[in-house]
């Protein structure tokens, strides 16, 4: 897919093929990776080209197929993690579910709890996210992000604002909560540990260029 910013601003060019359930995506700061991710995510139109995972066509510019995100069914965690600030953490994760920021229906409620217990968030369902520390935080919005039992993960440096110590953690439990759904997982990083530990396999972009071949 090819995405061009303004005359002679940033250019996006990214062609990749894959087989893989988790593709990391890994490149410094300002090269394409989030507007590669917000693309696929359907947050922005490329220009040509197509996008697809599995056998579902999100983008194709030949014939102007052009899925709206909320049509995508893929789970999206940001890098600030895109909380609302005057939900609690039950009703931030069931906002999933409804789209709605009325308090989620008990038959809602029984959807979540699962992943409330998945994350160790159940002492925090009341809790806000002012109220929350870094990985909690991450955790409700991987939480968020995997209740609407999406087709494919995005997260954009999901490990960027959280120690050492608890990076290591969420990585392990990551992998473990990929493995156990089977999702199609894309994550992007600047840290080659990430890549490393994630990743089946790994591209790397800089200025917005990306290639590879089936892996």
Request: glycine letters at 8%; a positive charge.
């Amino acid at each position: 897919m090819q995405k061009t910013y303004g005359s002679g601003g940033f250019s996006l060019d990214v062609q990749i093929q894959s087989q893989v359930q988790r593709l990391v995506l890994l490149g410094p700061s300002g090269a394409g990776k989030s507007l590669t991710l917000k693309a696929i995510a359907g947050l922005l139109t490329p220009d040509h080209g197509h996008i697809r995972i599995r056998d579902q066509w999100y983008f194709n510019h030949s014939n102007g197929l052009n899925l709206a995100p909320q049509d995508r069914q893929i789970g999206y965690v940001f890098q600030d993690y895109a909380l609302f600030p005057h939900l609690n953490v039950l009703q931030n994760i069931s906002f999933a579910l409804t789209r709605t920021l009325l308090n989620p229906s008990k038959h809602l409620q029984q959807q979540v709890f699962p992943w409330l217990e998945q994350f160790g968030l159940t002492s925090c369902a009341n809790l806000y996210p002012h109220q929350l520390s870094g990985g909690q935080k991450q955790r409700v919005a991987l939480a968020r992000a995997l209740v609407a039992k999406p087709k494919a993960l995005l997260l954009d440096e999901p490990f960027a604002a959280v120690d050492t110590e608890l990076r290591h953690h969420l990585r392990h439990e990551l992998l473990k909560i990929q493995i156990q759904t089977q999702l199609p997982m894309i994550l992007i990083t600047h840290d080659t540990t990430d890549a490393d530990y994630l990743g089946q396999q790994v591209v790397e972009l800089r200025q917005g260029r990306g290639n590879s071949s089936m892996f």
